[in-house]
């Protein structure tokens, strides 16, 4: 029998995996409510957003659903439920720290060289922006065209793919999902007064800014999308309730993915 290349899951994959095991065999009956996301992330010991990526993966998948104020409830499956091809699909929160670091240095750099003409292509995306109503497909043509344009101020046609890519995978599932919790008109104005002080930055060849001004944007992005679903204080309220039906087991600490060992003298940045 063949050996099989083994591949390291992603830990919010090891969290859905684990909690999908807990609902078949019964621990969390159809109709039950799950503990909180701060109660998983204690006693699993990962992070909250790690949490709520493996929570958005199950409700994309048709095994939860998640009411905002009030709790995550396990839901009879449909026929067809299975797990998504998760293996290729990153979480949001991942994608939105690789853009940070990423974009970050872009924009950087974008203030030291940004011609004239950079800057007005620059202003026409972000003039754009000003004029859609969000959420929605134009207002992400024109986000994705203000970051695209601040990478082509460097000239280097594969950091333009690159961070198009990335910007891209917003249309992933399980970002799509939870955007739809946590984007709204009034999200969308902040962001676009985050956007404006980048391209201020920028235009005033202000690196320090206008490296500070990009991860401000993408940090606050995450803050945004980490925003408590207002069931903590629903779900304590009734976990007596809920622990007299039924005590569901412990879910196990997952266990994070070994790490390669990087070659001599380069040093690995987290």
Do not use: C, M, N
């Given at each position: 029998m063949p050996l099989e290349a083994v591949e390291a899951r992603r830990l919010y994959r090891?969290?859905?995996?684990?909690?999908?095991?807990?609902?078949?065999?019964?621990?969390?009956?159809?109709?039950?409510?799950?503990?909180?996301?701060?109660?998983?992330?204690?006693?699993?010991?990962?992070?909250?957003?790690?949490?709520?990526?493996a929570l958005i993966a199950l409700e994309v998948e048709g095994r939860l659903r998640i009411r905002v104020g009030s709790g995550i409830y396990v839901i009879e499956p449909a026929a067809s439920a299975a797990p998504a091809a998760a293996y290729v699909i990153e979480g949001p929160f991942e994608l939105l720290r690789a853009r940070e670091f990423l974009e970050s240095a872009i924009a950087e750099q974008a203030a030291r060289v940004a011609t004239r003409d950079d800057i007005a292509r620059i202003d026409a995306s972000l003039l754009a922006m000003e004029q859609v109503e969000h959420p929605g497909e134009a207002s992400m043509v024109h986000d994705r065209a203000f970051h695209v344009a601040i990478a082509g101020s460097l000239g280097n046609a594969v950091l333009v793919r690159v961070v198009g890519e990335l910007f891209d995978q917003r249309l992933n599932p399980y970002f799509a999902q939870?955007?739809?919790?946590?984007?709204?008109?009034?999200?969308?104005?902040t962001a676009l007064d985050e956007h404006r002080a980048v391209r201020e930055a920028i235009a005033a060849h202000d690196p320090d800014a206008a490296r500070e001004a990009m991860r401000a944007h993408l940090a606050r992005s995450q803050e945004r999308f980490a925003q408590n679903f207002g069931a903590e204080n629903a779900a304590g309220s009734s976990s007596g309730r809920s622990r007299a039906a039924r005590a569901p087991a412990k879910p196990a600490t997952p266990k994070r993915p070994a790490k390669k060992q990087a070659g001599s003298g380069r040093a690995r940045r987290r």
């Open positions: 090891q969290v859905a995996d684990q909690l999908r095991s807990l609902i078949d065999s019964g621990e969390y009956a159809v109709g039950s409510r799950l503990p909180t996301e701060r109660e998983l992330a204690e006693q699993l010991k990962v992070s909250r957003p790690t949490v709520r990526e939870l955007a739809h919790y946590f984007e709204s008109p009034g999200t969308w104005r």
